[in-house]
């Protein structure tokens, strides 16, 4: 009645047979410093999907312009990097934001932006 859960990084079940005649549920657990270390795994591989960055509705921000290689629209000399100071009106998923400025409103990455 063994089971082997060392692919899962589990090992050590305590097992049921004879040699314990009144063994009840309790002495199935896991050893604590198994489940620990289980318990850890988890937790990191869980903080994935938290988000890098740290932005709250109503903040202020500067979003940087596209330059690329359009002539019309490159960068030019003394023109800053960044647009003016807009605000954060949404979280979104995917480290997305929806910001508005002069009552337009826009999504955009949240790699784009600076906190002012």
């Given at each position: 009645n063994e089971k082997d859960l060392t692919s899962l990084g589990t090992s050590e079940i305590v097992q049921n047979d004879d040699s314990i005649p009144n063994a009840t549920e309790e002495d199935f657990?896991?050893?604590?410093?198994?489940l620990q270390g289980y318990l850890d795994r988890m937790?990191?591989?869980?903080?994935?999907?938290?988000?890098?960055?740290?932005f709250n509705v109503g903040d202020k921000v500067i979003v940087a312009k596209n330059f690329d290689n359009n002539i019309k629209t490159k960068k030019l000399k003394l023109s800053s990097f960044y647009t003016d100071e807009v605000i954060i009106t949404e979280i979104l998923s995917?480290?997305?934001?929806?910001?508005?400025?002069?009552?337009?409103?826009?999504?955009?990455?949240?790699?784009?932006?600076?906190?002012?």
């Open positions: 657990i896991l050893q604590p410093s198994v937790n990191k591989h869980a903080s994935v999907h938290n988000s890098i960055y740290d995917n480290n997305r934001v929806k910001i508005k400025d002069n009552n337009k409103e826009e999504i955009i990455m949240m790699s784009k932006i600076k906190k002012v």
